[in-house]
């Protein structure tokens, strides 16, 4: 019995350490794995990567996302994604060099503030504990490697909200003293930019800000029509199944005639190239076990019904892995069955009374922000009240200021301000 708890242990341990170097594979969309793989391949000779197939599963032919789209704008969406354009991650990636980041010690520190930047451009700064902690170093010292991320391109990207995002932009325009400083101020006292509008320059300045990116990474923002799934759920004789979308995987070729292999430098090479091997399965693996979960926990959401109230946590307790990885692992990646392409966090929701769940709030708080009247945006109370109406429950104010912020809303004022900046 030891020996084989021993040898269990053994083999999680390897598998947490390959997770844990090459999570960006993990992390990763099925449309840009090959560009993720592409910084691996480069410092490793002994490795090859050939791009999965452009066809789908023929079994998925009658239930699947590609059914409704012509083989020829598969290919042609496939081929445009896969060479036409760099993930986030990927541009990102590229630019940490010297000399913005002259030492491997700061290029590490970088990798880790992209892995923690968002899909909309912005810096998760509840992570900057975490990577101070992994490097050994102060906050103040992750922060000012942060603030590197000004120079970088897309402008904006790495900042904790939009007018850090502003004045990163701001710095990288050739402006007059006047109209430099009169943005700076218009941006910092954003709330209260109306305040300003006798100032000389002022308009001047406001032009300037309309015309910076919000959010900084809006060009990398999926598209859904080019949504590829990871995980296709179907319908076989009555019994739900799930596969993974194989078609699309990138293939590692491990290519070592001719060389001596006892060599260290190889030795060490072929181990990498191998961990990369076990990184791809392991992200096949992980995906595979979270569809057999998702299908379990929301059986009936398959059947036409509402999806049920489900924790993350629950479901990383049930594989035994930590809810940060399962997070990533989700992150981005979609669902296919007969109800449509869906993202997998939104099979995620916390319960707020029986069978309502916090997705649906969030969902309809939403189309609410979306449908509101732009001269008098919506008080996070009016919110809370036509909320409270719509579900028949009872919520308190701070839960729809958390929900707004999760979704990066800004408060009523704010939202006021930025429609002015749209006009």
């Not at 990763?28 to 910084?39: C, F, G, K, Q, Y």
């Not at 991650?89 to 030492?103: A, I, S, W």
């Not at 080019?226 to 019994?239: A, C, L, Q, R, T």
Request: proline share 4%.
């Amino acid at each position: 019995m030891k020996l084989r708890v021993s040898g269990t242990q053994t083999t999680k341990q390897k598998f947490s350490s390959t997770l844990r170097g090459w999570l960006p594979i993990l992390q990763s969309n099925l449309d840009s794995l090959v560009e993720t793989l592409e910084p691996f391949v480069q410092e490793n000779p002994f490795i090859q990567v050939k791009s999965g197939c452009e066809k789908a599963d023929a079994r998925f032919e009658k239930k699947s996302f590609f059914s409704q789209i012509s083989k020829e704008s598969v290919s042609s969406t496939i081929e445009a994604l896969t060479f036409d354009k760099k993930s986030l991650f990927q541009v990102l990636h590229e630019q940490v060099n010297p000399p913005l980041f002259p030492t491997v010690h700061s290029q590490n520190i970088a990798y880790d503030i992209i892995e923690n930047i968002n899909s909309e451009g912005y810096f998760e700064y509840s992570a900057v504990e975490e990577i101070a902690t992994k490097h050994n170093v102060t906050c103040k010292e992750i922060e000012k490697i942060r603030q590197r991320f000004s120079f970088l391109e897309p402008l904006g990207i790495g900042a904790i909200d939009f007018k850090e995002a502003f004045l990163f932009q701001l710095q990288d325009l050739d402006l007059s003293h006047d109209v430099y400083t009169l943005a700076e101020t218009l941006i910092n006292n954003f709330e209260t930019i109306e305040t300003f509008g006798k100032e000389p320059y002022f308009h001047d300045a406001l032009m300037v800000i309309k015309k910076f990116r919000n959010p900084p990474a809006i060009d990398f923002l999926e598209d859904e029509k080019e949504v590829i799934p990871d995980i296709f759920v179907y319908d076989k004789s009555g019994v739900i199944e799930v596969q993974l979308n194989d078609a699309y995987y990138p293939e590692i070729i491990i290519d070592t005639d001719g060389v001596d292999e006892s060599h260290t430098f190889v030795a060490q090479k072929i181990k990498d190239a191998k961990d990369l091997v076990d990184a791809l399965e392991m992200r096949k693996a992980t995906l595979y076990k979270i569809g057999l979960m998702i299908v379990e926990y929301q059986y009936d959401f398959f059947f036409g019904k509402a999806i049920k109230p489900m924790k993350l946590k629950d479901l990383a307790d049930d594989l035994g892995r930590n809810p940060s990885t399962i997070s990533r692992a989700i992150a981005g990646k979609y669902l296919s069955c007969s109800r449509g392409v869906i993202p997998l966090k939104q099979f995620f929701a916390t319960a707020l009374e029986e069978d309502i769940s916090n997705s649906a709030i969030k969902e309809y708080m939403q189309e609410l922000v979306k449908a509101e009247n732009r001269l008098k945006p919506l008080s996070d109370i009016k919110l809370l009240e036509m909320i409270e109406k719509k579900f028949s429950i009872k919520m308190v104010r701070r839960t729809i200021t958390k929900y707004r912020q999760q979704f990066n809303i800004a408060s009523s004022s704010e939202r006021k301000k930025l429609y002015l900046l749209q006009f």
